[in-house]
């Protein structure tokens, strides 16, 4: 039973442009969300957080957006950089623990 | 050093072998996990301990799994019996706390490569 659900595996954008990667989820009982960014051989590493009771959050580049009546939440990176070439996975925390979704793959051309 | 750190980084045994897999966590961090990713998947929850204590541990997948942190510090993953469909990254995470008020992000290792051939 997947709570996290991404389901671009991937994606491909121009240097300098927006990237738009999505997630929908489906327990209501999840508090904060999550966005993780992986480079191969890695573990993931934390890049944005937004709370359940909050709508946008921004920080550089990195903004997250929240839709909780949709269930839905957006990752907007701008403008797109060639180090932003990486997995995005989408997090979502009940109390202690983090569900993942598996993930989108991004590729930044030059 | 400062981040979490797992070893072996790749291990590859046959069916039938048991083994370990050690994290030594963030200094001072509390909550330790153990998250297991397939490939093409994302990381999957298996097991939560909050100091010492293993809080939950409804993610492991049967009892051929077990896990510890007798020191409330360093914690390792046992495998039993391995299977061919162990094969993943096993990936351990440390954060300062668990509970409520906490924003949930949590500081991830390199994770240990496991082959079963």
């Known amino acids: 039973d997947q709570q996290v659900k991404q389901n671009s595996p991937s994606l491909s954008v121009q240097e300098g442009r927006i990237s738009i990667l999505n997630c929908d989820y489906t327990?209501?009982?999840?508090?904060?969300f999550l966005w993780y960014k992986k480079y191969p051989a890695e573990g993931p590493t934390f890049l944005i957080s937004?709370?359940?009771?909050?709508d946008k959050n921004e920080d550089g580049r990195f903004t997250v957006f929240l839709n909780k009546s949709a269930k839905h939440l957006s990752l907007h990176i701008v403008p797109s950089q060639p180090g932003d070439s990486a997995v995005y996975f989408c997090?979502?925390?009940?109390?202690?623990?983090?569900?993942f979704g598996a993930g989108t793959t991004v590729t930044v051309r030059a | 050093g400062a981040g979490v750190s797992q070893t072996p980084s790749n291990k590859v045994t046959e069916k039938g072998k048991y083994v370990e897999l050690r994290c030594d966590p963030i200094?001072?961090?509390?909550?330790l996990y153990w998250y297991r990713q397939s490939l093409g998947q994302g990381p999957e929850f298996l097991i939560y301990?909050?100091?010492?204590?293993?809080?939950?541990d409804s993610g492991l997948p049967n009892d051929r799994f077990f896990a510890v942190r007798p020191e409330g510090s360093v914690s390792t993953l046992k495998i039993q019996r391995t299977e061919r469909g162990d094969s993943a990254v096993y990936l351990c995470?440390?954060?300062?706390?668990?509970?409520?008020?906490?924003?949930?992000?949590?500081?991830f290792g390199e994770g240990s490569r496991l082959t079963v051939l």
């Open positions: 937004i709370s359940s009771i909050k």
């Open positions: 301990f909050q100091g010492t204590g293993a809080a939950d």
């Open positions: 200094s001072g961090h509390t909550a």
């Open positions: 997090a979502a925390r009940d109390d202690y623990k983090l569900s």
């Open positions: 995470a440390s954060s300062t706390s668990g509970g409520p008020g906490h924003t949930g992000e949590l500081f």
């Open positions: 327990n209501s009982m999840f508090d904060y």
